[in-house]
């Protein structure tokens, strides 16, 4: 299961992210790894890209960007 | 500078408030934008401290020192590598609304070993939240100065002062946790980890968390963003942006205009006629004109965005429209620039400033001047109703208005491929992150969008105006000699002949002007232009062009919408004003040298399809050319776009001759 699978309103706790060089890094740096806990706030008309709360803070992000984040099952 | 003491170096992540806050501490009419983009730049001001004045340094908004953007590789060339530009100090500004992040940054800031202050802005979005940040704690947690302010309310500044003062004389380096700011050390899982733990332990005793239920900021979130409302909000905004720029802003740029006639009419009045009042008048005057005209377009623009990105809805725009523009290998941070740049390029390629990745900004720069601008609608508009019959297809659409309506479409479809393109060969290795903060709403600073719209307009009169301004007097020198004497002679005779009948004053005038029209025709005729016209004519046969249509393109390069003017002089309208039946009847009834009409429906096409898509705009080249930072842009975008402009102009003549329309 990865973040971009994550209904609306839903909630989840990351499990690791998917290596793939920068990209990961600034997932990371942005505060999404292990352990922090995420929630799918909605997506854009189109269906991409989607709106997450993450920490204190709001970020928009491509699917193809969420699919690299792993949730813990 | 040179009084300055020392310099201090002022970093933190993108809006939290960094460019207020420079702003506020030096009074400098000077801004930075969070994404100056393509060609980065750092802006310095004087900051009075009790001690004296030291030099502000105001760098790019970042989320770390591992440069991912052009933005982050400046702060960290600044910062990290031993640069001369290396600040003697730090001044980090913290979001207290969402103070683990702003702290992961100053982690590796702190790891810097400079003498560090941090300024903890934002307490009044932080307390919205339900967060609270005491300064004193976390103040003794970090061991640095830490001093609540509001910036945008020029709260708590002489504290900063004080505190950065005494950190300087002190010259104590800060402590970070340790960890390596760059190479492969840091930007490691471990190390990412371990600093956010690192900021997670200096904030347990400093915060306190309360239950607020949903914000105000949230619940408009919902709407704004909604799939439904929020496009129609987007609709309406942008509706309304457009509306400005196209129709609003008329009246500022015709008194503009008139302003720059009537100043250049009281300084000519009393010079004789001859070739430097005509240097001055159409050359110099015609040129600073054409610079001014801009400015309302660009100040209501700038207005707008200035608005929208202080109030975070920028950022939502971008949201709703990514899906649309990813598929070019854009994002949503394209939209505003590409649909400003249908009212007028110039202040739609400096709106790319918002766009933060470099590639992006560039083909959403070069892209920009293919959407029909305002400046090509008059032309469109005179062709169309010198030439095209009023008949209703289906006896709904008018045909004349279906092809205004395919003008612009031709732009946008051509924009298509040509961004697909470009962004496909200026992929390089590392990938694209469409990662965006969709910061919380607030009210937008008064004093931050106008100190955005004056230091954006007075650059762009500054840095373009006199590029486009030399570019309007030498397309003049060219259009105004070789002047025979003899010709000169000859109508001056005529004049004369003019002034001696027995005819009304009226009559005596319209005749006088009659005929200085027709010098003027003749003078442009065998002007270095029109030989340029005539010789280079072949190129533009296989749009049907005749040479005087041609030489009217060429004058044209400066400014598209001269091309009417020029129009006017080589086929002698009697003028009646742009818009006016005059210049109409004078195209309908021009012939060429062998007596068959110059235009047919299939000319008139072939011409409005080459403005269409044709770069004849000194202004964009030149505001390309400050923007991407190198010549070369500017010269590829001219080339690119008439290329298309002339094929395209090609094969619409060869179709519309082939239908029977030639």
């Not at chain 2, 989320?63 to 990290?80: F, G, H, Q, R």
Request: aromatic share 8%; glycine share 10%.
């Amino acid at each position: 299961m990865t973040l971009d699978l994550l209904k609306d309103g839903q909630s989840g706790t990351i499990g690791g992210l998917r290596h793939q060089q920068a990209s990961s890094v600034r997932l990371m740096e942005m505060g999404l790894f292990e352990g922090s806990r995420v929630t799918v706030l909605r997506r854009a008309p189109m269906g991409d890209p989607m709106e997450i709360q993450v920490g204190d803070y709001r970020l928009s992000l491509r699917r193809d960007e969420a699919a690299l984040v792993d949730m813990a099952s | 500078m040179s009084s300055a003491r020392f310099r201090v170096a002022l970093a933190g992540n993108p809006n939290v408030g960094k460019t207020t806050l420079f702003n506020a501490l030096t009074g400098l009419n000077q801004r930075t934008g969070n994404y100056p983009g393509v060609t980065v730049s750092t802006h310095s001001g004087v900051w009075e401290l009790p001690g004296g004045p030291v030099e502000l340094m105001d760098l790019p908004g970042a989320y770390s020192l591992t440069a991912l953007s052009p933005d982050e590789a400046l702060v960290n060339k600044i910062l990290v590598g031993k640069t001369d530009q290396a600040p003697a100090a730090l001044l980090v500004i913290v979001d207290a609304s969402n103070p683990e992040r702003n702290l992961y940054f100053l982690s590796q800031l702190m790891d810097l070993g400079l003498p560090t202050v941090v300024a903890l802005n934002m307490g009044d979005v932080a307390e919205s939240k339900g967060l609270k940040v005491d300064a004193g704690r976390l103040s003794k947690a970090l061991g640095l100065r830490v001093v609540p302010i509001r910036a945008h309310k020029h709260d708590g500044l002489q504290a900063l002062g004080q505190a950065m003062e005494q950190t300087a004389l002190e010259a104590k380096p800060a402590h970070g946790p340790g960890l390596a700011v760059q190479g492969p050390g840091a930007a490691n899982p471990v190390a990412i980890r371990g600093r956010y733990e690192w900021a997670r332990n200096k904030l347990v005793d400093a915060i306190t968390r309360s239950d607020v239920g949903v914000r105000f900021s949230d619940r408009v979130d919902k709407v704004l963003t909604h799939r439904v409302w929020g496009v129609l909000a987007l609709v309406l905004v942008m509706g309304m942006i457009f509306q400005s720029i196209y129709a609003w802003s008329q009246p500022l740029m015709d008194l503009m205009q008139s302003l720059v006639s009537w100043i250049g009419a009281i300084l000519l009045r009393p010079m004789a006629p001859g070739i430097l009042k005509e240097l001055l008048s159409n050359g110099v005057i015609a040129g600073v004109g054409s610079v001014l005209v801009f400015v309302p377009q660009i100040a209501i623009l700038f207005l707008f965005i200035a608005i929208l990105e202080d109030c975070g809805y920028m950022a939502r725009s971008a949201f709703l429209m990514d899906r649309l523009f990813a598929k070019l290998g854009l994002s949503g941070r394209s939209f505003i620039p590409l649909l400003s740049s249908f009212a007028c390029a110039v202040p739609g390629i400096l709106a790319t400033r918002t766009i933060s990745d470099r590639k992006e900004r560039l083909t959403t720069m070069l892209v920009a001047p293919l959407m029909s601008c305002s400046a090509r609608l008059p032309v469109y508009t005179v062709l169309i109703a010198a030439f095209l019959p009023g008949r209703r297809l289906f006896g709904l659409i008018d045909q004349r208005a279906l092809v205004l309506f395919a003008l612009y479409a031709l732009g946008l479809a051509v924009a298509v491929p040509i961004a697909y393109l470009l962004r496909k060969r200026m992929r390089a290795g590392v990938a694209c992150l469409f990662l965006m903060e969709l910061p919380s709403y607030k009210w937008p600073d008064l004093h931050t969008v106008l100190r955005r719209v004056t230091e954006q307009c007075r650059e762009f009169v500054v840095n373009a105006g006199t590029m486009i301004l030399s570019v309007a007097v030498v397309v003049w020198a060219l259009g105004a000699f070789p002047r025979p004497q003899a010709l000169l002679d000859d109508f001056q005779a005529r004049k004369q002949t003019l002034a001696e009948q027995a005819v009304p004053d009226s009559a005596k005038a319209a005749g006088q002007a009659e005929l200085d029209r027709q010098e003027q025709g003749a003078l442009l005729r065998q002007s270095w232009l029109g030989r340029t016209g005539r010789i280079i004519n072949p190129v533009f046969e296989p749009l049907g062009w005749d040479w005087r249509v041609t030489m009217s393109a060429l004058a044209s390069i400066p400014a598209r919408e001269v091309v009417l003017g020029s129009l006017g002089a080589i086929f002698n309208s009697n003028g009646g004003g742009e818009n006016g039946g005059g210049l109409r009847q004078a195209l309908i009834h021009a012939r060429r040298d062998d007596g068959t009409p110059v235009f047919s429906i299939a000319v008139a096409l072939s011409l409005m399809v080459f403005f269409a898509l044709c770069a004849q705009c000194a202004s964009t080249l030149q505001v390309i050319r400050r923007e991407s930072g190198h010549w070369g842009w500017a010269a590829f975008t001219f080339t690119y776009m008439t290329v298309l402009a002339w094929g395209a102009g090609a094969i619409v003549f060869h179709v519309a001759a082939a239908f029977g329309l030639g």
